[in-house]
């Protein structure tokens, strides 16, 4: 098993740019989550998934959308970056839901010009 | 939401003693607390968790205890070692909303 991954590793955007970042999961597991990572903030969430078809927002959904047309995948779209976008971006996932262990993605590292 | 307060925000600790790291929450209702150790350039990991029905769980040199209460949990890691030195995180599961709420970390370094 792969567990999740995520690419690109690293990403760096001019303002107003839209980008995808990917996130893939060969685990079977129904819930998927994307946090950012900023210094001193913690991981905050952005939007989460409880399956196929259904997303809902988290603490920090301005400026990202995400679709989950299959339970592998869950990807997250900037859709004009701006500097306050510039973060690490984590993909986690889990078997049943938010109470139980959350697997996570090697991270993605974006910089906003 | 959530509110989720770690502290100390940063603790050093000679190799082999111990360390304590505390974190608060808010929400009554919560019932799920893990513990997350993020090493630097690394994504973060679980190490231990425990559930609103058990006051005390062990993992050899970590521990987590609950006071419900109080609302706050800690965690124990005892006879430290360097690769103990990370950061740390924990989370709060309020009952029903289905996300996590994490605090903003405790960094630990162990001094050899």
């Known amino acids: 098993n792969a567990g999740v991954t995520q690419t690109p590793k690293f990403q760096v955007l001019k303002t107003g740019q839209s980008m995808t970042l990917q996130c893939a999961q060969d685990?079977?597991?129904?819930?998927m989550s994307w946090y950012r990572q900023d210094p001193g903030m913690g991981l905050r969430l952005i939007h989460y998934?409880?399956?196929?078809?259904?997303?809902d927002q988290g603490e920090v959904p301005n400026g990202y959308n995400v679709s989950r047309s299959t339970t592998e995948d869950f990807p997250l779209r900037l859709l004009s970056a701006a500097p306050s976008q510039t973060s690490v971006y984590f993909c986690?996932?889990?078997?049943?839901?938010?109470?139980?262990?959350?697997?996570f993605g090697p991270g993605t590292r974006l910089t906003v010009l | 939401g959530e509110n989720v307060e770690q502290h100390p925000s940063t603790l050093s600790v000679q190799e082999g003693d111990s360390a304590v790291i505390k974190c608060t929450y808010s929400?009554?209702?919560?019932?799920?607390f893990p513990w997350y150790k993020q090493e630097l350039g690394k994504r973060p990991q679980l190490i231990i968790d425990?559930?609103?029905?058990?006051g005390e769980k062990k993992d050899q040199r970590i521990a987590v205890t609950l006071n419900k209460t109080a609302k706050h949990f800690s965690l124990h890691i005892t006879e430290t070692q360097p690769e103990d030195s990370a950061v740390y995180f924990c989370?709060?599961?309020?009952?029903?909303?289905?996300?996590?709420?994490f605090g903003k970390g405790n960094q630990v370094v162990v001094i050899p």
């Open positions: 986690a996932s889990s078997y049943q839901g938010a109470p139980n262990e959350q697997f």
């Open positions: 685990m079977n597991h129904e819930y």
């Open positions: 998934s409880v399956g196929a078809g259904i997303t």
């Open positions: 929400d009554s209702a919560s019932n799920y």
């Open positions: 425990i559930r609103s029905n058990v």
């Open positions: 989370a709060v599961y309020p009952y029903g909303n289905n996300r996590l709420a």
